[in-house]
């Protein structure tokens, strides 16, 4: 009786009911929904995929590539050491965990030194440090703001890094920079700093070139360094300021007197002309009677050797028939003849008081 009972439960297990309870809590009534089973074999192709996925993962995970882009370098470590070439603009597998790229930049990279100092932009490439603060020849302390543009030299970025590290530009050119605005600002004196800014920036630029191109392996490139503004002591600058007031003074006051002697000289060449002028038109006119004179004289003598007896006489005929005819018209008026009976005869008319005598 027994074994039929287990029999009888052991035929119910295997039906599903094993003892669960049904919709109205009994047991071996009708079954409740059944979750569906899902089958992840795949046969023999399943062992593969898993492999693949786990490749994909690892491959993301561990970045076993890099991506070099132009204007930069890569440095490749491995287990620590630096490789001696750099690596180039590309796509570059490294073995994960012993290997590793450090990107570096080449592009052109600026530093200002200004007084007025701005936030520092590291992706752009461009630094604000503080304005170089030195002592000129008597001790007096001035400003010079800056800008330096200089590179990374590519070819031997390798070996900078290395020697370097990776703050290579606060190693190499900020130092060089300061030492020779230092060395450059204190052999003259601040007020003549002003007057030979563009000397100064050639002399700082040479010097710091030289610097740069000196270190071994040539760690940077300089492109250029400008000169932007010398500040001076607020004192040295009034100074400056009234140096320039009077030397201005004192130009004008030239600028005036050369003005005068100008106005002189031109006075004195209208004059000078005037005069001239006088003389010349004096000159023409003692040569015009002169000239006259001469041909008076001429003439003179012309006449003088041209009179001949009858001339004169037929001379005095004429004369004396105009005499004649005076008389017609004024039988009151008188004629005195001259001894010879040469001209002039002179007459004398008594009627006429006011022409009382005429010569001819």
Same mark, same amino acid.
């Given at each position: 009786m027994a074994s039929d009972m287990n029999d009888y439960f052991n035929k119910k297990k295997s039906e599903g009911g094993g003892g669960s309870k049904n919709s109205s809590g009994g047991f071996g009534g009708p079954k409740g929904p059944q979750v569906p089973k899902i089958d992840f074999s795949m046969g023999g192709k399943s062992g593969f995929i898993y492999f693949i996925v786990a490749v994909v993962v690892l491959l993301v995970l561990a970045k076993p590539f890099t991506i070099i882009e132009e204007g930069q370098r890569g440095i490749l470590s491995t287990n620590g050491k630096y490789q001696d070439q750099a690596i180039l603009p590309g796509l570059h *597998?490294?073995?994960?965990?012993? /290997?590793k790229v450090y990107v570096v930049d080449t592009k052109v990279r600026i530093i200002n030194y200004a007084e007025r100092l701005e936030a520092n932009n590291q992706s752009s490439g461009i630094l604000t440090k503080p304005a170089i603060t030195v002592l000129d020849k008597r001790s007096l302390?001035?400003? &010079? =703001?800056?800008?330096? /543009?200089?590179?990374?030299?590519? /070819? *031997? +970025? +390798? /070996?900078?890094?290395?020697? %370097?590290? *990776?703050? %290579? =530009?606060? $190693?190499?050119?900020?130092?060089?920079?300061?030492d020779v605005v230092r060395n450059v600002i204190g052999k003259y004196d601040a007020e003549a700093l002003t007057q030979m800014r563009d000397g100064l920036g050639r002399e700082i630029e040479q010097e710091i070139r030289e610097r740069v191109d000196s270190l071994k392996n040539s760690p940077a490139i300089l492109q250029s360094v400008q000169l932007r503004d010398i500040i001076l002591p607020p004192r040295v600058k009034e100074q400056i300021e009234r140096v320039q007031i009077a030397k201005q003074e004192v130009q004008k006051a030239e600028q005036d007197v050369q003005r005068v002697k100008q106005e002189a000289l031109k006075r004195a060449a209208e004059a000078e002309g005037v005069a001239q002028q006088a003389r010349i038109e004096a000159q023409g006119r003692a040569d015009a009677v002169t000239i006259e004179a001469d041909a008076k004289a001429k003439a003179n003598i012309l006449i003088a050797k041209s009179l001949? $007896?009858?001339?004169?006489e037929l001379e005095q005929l004429k004369i004396q028939g105009k005499f004649n005819d005076a008389l017609r018209e004024n039988k009151d008026a008188k004629i005195f003849l001259t001894p010879g009976g040469s001209t002039p005869n002179i007459w004398v008319d008594t $009627?006429? &008081?006011k022409k009382r005598t005429s010569a001819n």
């Open positions: *597998f490294i073995i994960p965990i012993i /290997q302390p001035v400003g &010079i =703001e800056l800008t330096v /543009q200089y590179r990374l030299n590519a /070819q *031997f +970025a +390798a /070996q900078t890094i290395s020697n %370097w590290g *990776f703050s %290579w =530009e606060d $190693k190499i050119i900020n130092p060089v920079v300061r001949t $007896k009858p001339l004169l $009627k006429d &008081i």
